[in-house]
């Protein structure tokens, strides 16, 4: 080894329940870094669970390779299957997905064994836990056929294994030569503690994890995740906040911080996002016309659209504060009479039975006088080119006929303007008015009125170019907006200030989220601290202090001019490139490398 960043293994399995299977955000740790794998080490596999509807997105499955048939075989008369193949992510890598039907009658032997060596506490668990420990467990068992049948050379393998789910193969391994890495993204305890109530921060250094576990009904995901963290070769969680919680719940301190990246190169330069801000801007633009315009109207080119997406995780993700720091904008803006007004898209995906009727009546609508427009298009150039030349004063008469304009007139007419905007986009299932967020617009003022410059709008669908309104993308949804505010209170990393960042996009994130810890570092080594990116105080503040600072980022934002907001664009591209997968690789080169040489 010539430095810590050579590296010194030669095979790397790497094994999620999210290899081609999106569920969350390690999805997109996994696939985004695959390339920088590909290229680090000889041979490098990834591992997960074989479904089939994931499969056809996801997977491309080619024939058994020479060297794995034997394995392959082998496994087989276990009940087990192997798909080989590449996972149709960057640079294809490869990747193996396992069927572990096979193994469902020895679940309780597997068990008992995982209590007796390693305290594993899983006696009353469900499906949610046995599907992640069966496929653990074939893991396990492909690995060592691959080291019986010399497939790889186990001195210098590392199974890298993420979260509690794939957790439990490290657990079988305990005793296997080959070396193992673990990673937690968020441990389960603290996430559980977070999603309940708790102000984890200021208990998390007095709460006993294992009792607590028991308490809230996750004892067999924590033991699972506490046994990986102190048996594997080499423990890792992806940033300092999550450090600290590992340090407290799991009783063992981090030994490489694996920060989480991104392929900068994936994404669009900022020419090219300039375009594409220009062109989903206007779907925007259109969306807020046929939902607002038939109440009162507004300039739209004086609007800007803050955006938050992501979990419906109330107070984790600061959707509380956003709520509330918003409304303080909403109070500050009418105070000041100004025409700009800000529309705030809370893209949280949730059940619904699809748009609301006045809305797709009104987008058709709008999309018909579009169209009654368009057919006069060119009768309307013809006539200001000949008033143009002519001399005449085009103001003095209608551009379109009588009859033509008596059409208009009467579609517009059919516009639904019986009640106020509406707060949601979509049919949620239930009582729209049971919801938090709902209720909140109302409490805080929120109400989409004509003199309310903050409009806001619960847009539950999923962001997936086809809910028949925006029918826009996650990233063109980004592309589209002016910032990204995601002012977490728990986020052991958090992309999507990350990803909106790299759409030259600026946005907020907070020194309770990694991302945004590891960016305030960055950002104070700077002479220019200000701009691109925004990391609002939260650590150590009151519910009080944390909204009120990030409404002085908000208002700082709402104020900007049209060049500064290009000026921040600008800042925000270049920032992004700081956790680009070319930096963070190492950190990952590092962990596999201690793991060799422990």
Request: aromatic share 10%; proline share 3%.
């Amino acid at each position: 080894m010539t430095d810590e960043t050579t590296p010194d293994a030669n095979t790397v399995f790497e094994t999620s329940w999210e290899v081609c299977n999106k569920v969350g955000g390690i999805y997109s740790v996994l696939s985004s870094k695959s390339s920088y794998m590909q290229d680090t080490y000889d041979e490098y596999y990834t591992i997960g669970p074989y479904k089939e509807d994931e499969a056809d997105d996801h997977f491309d499955e080619e024939q058994t390779p020479s060297k794995f048939e034997g394995v392959a075989e082998t496994l087989a008369s276990e009940g087990i299957t192997l798909h080989f193949g590449t996972w149709r992510v960057n640079n294809d890598p490869n990747c193996i997905l396992i069927e572990y039907d096979g193994l469902w009658d020895d679940l309780d032997d597997y068990k008992e064994s995982l209590w007796e060596s390693h305290n594993v506490d899983t006696l009353h668990s469900g499906s949610d836990v046995h599907n992640p420990l069966l496929f653990s467990r074939a893991v396990t068992r492909l690995v060592d056929a691959a080291a019986d049948q010399n497939c790889v050379d186990i001195e210098d393998t590392v199974v890298h294994c993420h979260e509690w789910l794939t957790g439990f193969t490290t657990l079988f391994l305990d005793d296997h030569p080959v070396r193992t890495a673990f990673t937690t993204h968020a441990t389960t305890l603290g996430r559980t503690m977070s999603g309940s109530g708790y102000d984890i921060y200021d208990v998390l250094d007095d709460v006993n994890a294992d009792e607590e576990a028991r308490e809230l009904g996750v004892s067999d995901k924590h033991s699972a995740e506490k046994a990986a963290a102190h048996n594997a070769d080499v423990f890792t969680t992806v940033s300092k906040i999550t450090g600290r919680e590992c340090t407290a719940l799991l009783d063992k301190e981090p030994d490489v911080y694996t920060l989480n990246g991104l392929d900068v190169d994936h994404f669009p330069s900022f020419e090219e996002a300039s375009i594409d801000h220009q062109e989903h801007r206007s779907t925007i633009r259109e969306f807020l016309s046929y939902t607002f315009f038939p109440h009162y109207t507004f300039d739209t080119s004086h609007n800007l659209t803050f955006l938050y997406a992501g979990r419906y995780e109330y107070k984790n993700k600061g959707i509380d504060i956003f709520l509330e720091a918003l409304a303080r904008l909403n109070n500050e803006l009418r105070e000041r009479d100004t025409d700009r007004t800000i529309s705030v898209f809370f893209c949280l995906a949730a059940d619904n039975n699809g748009p609301k009727y006045e809305l797709l009546r009104n987008k058709n609508i709008y999309s018909h006088l579009e169209d009654e427009i368009q057919s006069h298009s060119e009768d309307v150039l013809d006539q200001m080119l000949y008033d143009l030349i002519s001399g005449e004063d085009k103001t003095e008469r209608e551009l379109l006929s009588e009859s033509a304009m008596q059409d208009l007139r009467e579609t517009l007419n059919r516009f639904n303007t019986e009640e106020s905007p509406p707060l949601c986009s979509h049919e949620l299932v239930g009582d729209e008015a049971d919801h938090q967020i709902i209720q909140d617009f109302h409490r805080l003022g929120l109400r989409n009125r004509e003199d309310d410059p903050v409009k806001v709008m619960l847009y539950p669908a999923y962001l997936d170019g086809n809910d028949s309104l925006l029918n826009l993308k996650y990233f063109e949804m980004i592309s589209g907006s002016h910032l990204g505010v995601f002012p977490s209170y728990y986020e052991p990393w958090g992309y999507t200030p990350v990803e909106s960042a790299a759409m030259s996009v600026p946005s907020v994130t907070t020194d309770l989220a990694g991302y945004g810890i590891y960016m305030k570092e960055q950002l104070d080594d700077l002479t220019e601290k200000r701009g691109g990116i925004y990391v609002s105080e939260r650590d150590g503040k009151s519910k009080e202090e944390s909204i009120n600072n990030l409404y002085n980022i908000l208002e700082d934002y709402a104020s900007l001019t049209h060049a500064e907001r290009v000026k921040d664009k600008m800042r925000a591209k270049m920032l992004s490139e700081v956790t680009d997968w070319d930096t963070f690789i190492d950190r990952y080169i590092q962990a596999h490398n201690k793991a060799i040489n422990e």
